[in-house]
């Protein structure tokens, strides 16, 4: 989870900053190959990950592989700003694709 933190925080700073949190983080969840599903309301933005790249790694040591992911979204948030992680889903709850919940400010959930 660590090493994901790193990753995701020299990432938020790759991707252009007219962009919100949010947005960023769908834009570089797509580069990955995550191809992240967005879902807006005020104050709330969840992103799915429709697709993992690294499903069977994550299905055969999912502690490693989501962490790795986990750890990737919350560096990417905080070096970012405008959000927080409320929750983070992985594969290992069924029924659901790989989803982050994030409390986002007022202004960027209404964009």
């Known amino acids: 989870r660590d090493a994901g933190q790193e990753q995701g ?17 769908a834009a570089d969840l797509s580069t990955l190959g995550f191809d992240p599903a967005v879902v807006q309301e005020p104050g709330v933005a969840s992103i799915g990950f429709m697709h993992c790249p690294f499903r069977e790694l994550a299905e ?17 948030v905080e070096a970012r700003g405008g959000a927080r992680v409320r ?12 989803q982050v919940d994030l409390d986002v400010d007022l202004v960027e959930g209404m964009r």
């Open 9 to 25: 925080r020299a990432a938020a700073v790759r991707v252009p900053g007219r962009l919100d949190c949010t947005d960023a983080l």
């Open 60 to 76: 055969a040591n999912p502690a490693v592989i989501c962490g790795l992911h986990q750890g990737m979204v919350e560096g990417f």
């Open 87 to 98: 929750e983070f889903r992985t594969l290992v709850h069924v029924g659901h694709p790989c």
